[in-house]
């Protein structure tokens, strides 16, 4: 077992489902997490406490507060906390299908910073570039390698030297006056194009101008699949039986969907086939624990419904193993009757 421990942040009315994703960490790592609750009610939390008293390789904290702290600034706190010499985090819905045998130091190995893991509506084999979103992972020019916020390893020395050089963690960054004045001299010195920098984007920035390396690499079988935790998610009734069409996602001209590098930009059509997943997968895992009907989808997208496909099957196999687990089939127990 590794000494590291990944922290995984979860915000209020998520703990139940999202569980399954932890079940397959469980399941393909030899990792101990951390749950961390982000202005979870007292109940909510009570059931992430009946959670991780189920195995020795789960603990759990919650930040209290009226309202959602932004994510980035619970993994600014987070680092501050950190006793090991790497600060690991990953989001609540990153799941592993395959055995990941690499340690956190193994995976960072001489780098500074790993990250890992893609939006499940993106092109797995294009580049993405740019600020915006978490997924990108070089800037708009080509020139800065970014890390993404899906999972992530951090060397803390480095983060700290960092952070105490120009006063920039891990938050969104959407105006100029937002931005400390040292890190804006940078911005204007390398002449970088924003119209926002998304979590950890303008912190990879800043990492890269003090020589710090960054390296970004798939995992066989780690997916994050996104789009769960939305706002839109709140009006559906889990308690109907739910048709998801993909007849409000548009088209688009491939040819905007890459800029003069070559590389991948975000568009209009993957956020809506993310927030379709979203729901989608929503009501799936709900379904599993016995909260739901089965959802449906209609498409004539390949790709949405190979997505689909691939990842009921893995996720209900994931559920099927828990069962013949003892500690996991507890914890199944636990979220079904929430």
């Not at 600034?73 to 987070?78: D, E, G, P, R, S």
């Not at 989001?91 to 130091?105: G, T």
């Not at 993310?274 to 729901?279: A, E, F, I, P, W």
Request: glycine share 6%.
């Amino acid at each position: 077992m590794s000494d590291e421990i990944f922290n995984i942040i979860y915000i209020p009315q998520t703990v139940d489902y999202q569980s399954l994703a932890l079940l397959s960490l469980l399941q393909n790592t030899d990792y101990s997490f951390r749950l961390i609750g982000n202005a979870l009610d007292a109940k909510e939390y009570a059931l992430m406490q009946a959670i991780c008293d189920q195995s020795d390789r789960l603990e759990c904290m919650n930040f209290e507060s009226q309202h959602i702290i932004p994510h980035g600034t619970i993994v600014n706190m987070l680092h501050g906390m950190e006793t090991s010499p790497l600060l690991c985090f990953m989001d609540s819905d990153v799941f592993i299908f395959e055995a990941l045998q690499q340690s956190p130091a193994e995976l960072i190995g001489k780098h500074h910073v790993f990250s890992s893991g893609g939006r499940i509506e993106n092109d797995a084999e294009a580049i993405y570039a740019g600020f915006r979103g978490g997924a990108g992972t070089i800037s708009p020019d080509g020139r800065i390698p970014l890390a993404t916020t899906f999972f992530c390893i951090y060397q803390q020395q480095a983060l700290q030297t960092c952070l105490q050089k120009y006063s920039v963690g891990f938050e969104q960054y959407r105006l100029w006056e937002q931005i400390p004045s040292a890190a804006q001299t940078i911005i204007q010195q390398q002449q970088l194009d924003f119209d926002m920098f998304d979590t950890s984007k303008l912190l990879s920035v800043l990492l890269h101008e003090m020589g710090y390396s960054k390296k970004y690499q798939p995992i066989d079988g780690l997916v994050h699949i996104g789009g769960m935790s939305g706002r839109y998610l709140q009006d559906m009734n889990l308690n109907e039986a739910v048709l998801i069409h993909d007849k409000d996602v548009p088209t688009i001209d491939q040819s905007l969907s890459t800029d003069e590098q070559g590389h991948q930009v975000r568009t209009e059509r993957d956020i809506a086939v993310k927030r379709l997943l979203g729901r989608y997968f929503y009501i799936y895992l709900n379904h599993l624990i016995g909260k739901s009907n089965k959802p449906q989808i209609v498409s004539d997208d390949a790709h949405i419904n190979t997505t689909v496909q691939s990842l009921e099957s893995n996720m209900a196999a994931v559920f099927e193993q828990a069962l013949h687990d003892p500690t996991q089939s507890a914890i199944i127990n636990l979220i079904k009757h929430t």
